[in-house]
């Protein structure tokens, strides 16, 4: 056990869903952004849309999720890889496309009208990431 096990986490980890990520409660997403950087490139692929769809909708009210999200797709763009695995090998070529309309989305509706350069950058890399085939 380590400062974020405990028991009350075991037993959710026990029943977290894992089926379909739209049932997936917001706030344990919200209140685990930092778990983040303890999943899998097969947890990261699940919670990916669960995630997106809170930053679109504004329920990440701390902004600590955006956060941990956005810095784990700036490192995918720098090395076209998710955790040890390709970027084309873990998400697919409709995935991936969902990924590059979420960052132009983020982009085009900035509070303040303030353009995120680390944003255009993720931006270039990832669609330069996407032109590998997909792999499986």
């Given at each position: 056990?380590?400062?974020?096990?405990?028991?009350?986490?075991?037993?959710?980890?026990?029943?977290?869903?894992?089926?379909?990520?739209?049932?997936?409660?917001?706030?344990?997403?919200?209140?685990?952004?930092?778990?983040?950087?303890?999943?899998d490139?097969?947890?990261?692929?699940?919670?990916?849309p669960?995630?997106?769809?809170?930053?679109?909708?504004?329920?990440?009210?701390?902004?600590?999720?955006?956060?941990?999200?956005?810095?784990?797709?700036?490192?995918?763009?720098?090395?076209?890889?998710?955790?040890?695995?390709?970027?084309?090998?873990?998400?697919?070529?409709?995935?991936?496309?969902?990924i590059?309309?979420?960052i132009?989305?983020?982009?085009?509706n900035?509070?303040?009208?303030d353009?995120?350069?680390?944003?255009?950058?993720?931006?270039?890399?990832?669609?330069?990431?996407?032109?590998?085939?997909?792999?499986?």
């Amino acid at each position: 056990m380590d400062m974020y096990g405990d028991p009350e986490e075991d037993a959710k980890a026990l029943t977290a869903e894992r089926t379909d990520w739209r049932q997936v409660p917001v706030a344990d997403l919200c209140d685990r952004n930092s778990a983040l950087c303890y999943l899998d490139d097969h947890g990261l692929r699940f919670y990916t849309p669960a995630i997106m769809s809170i930053i679109i909708r504004d329920e990440d009210e701390r902004g600590l999720l955006t956060d941990s999200f956005l810095f784990h797709l700036h490192s995918i763009r720098t090395s076209c890889r998710v955790r040890d695995r390709p970027y084309c090998d873990v998400y697919n070529s409709a995935q991936r496309a969902a990924i590059i309309r979420f960052i132009k989305y983020l982009l085009h509706n900035v509070r303040g009208g303030d353009v995120d350069d680390a944003l255009v950058k993720t931006l270039d890399g990832l669609k330069r990431c996407s032109q590998q085939p997909d792999v499986g």
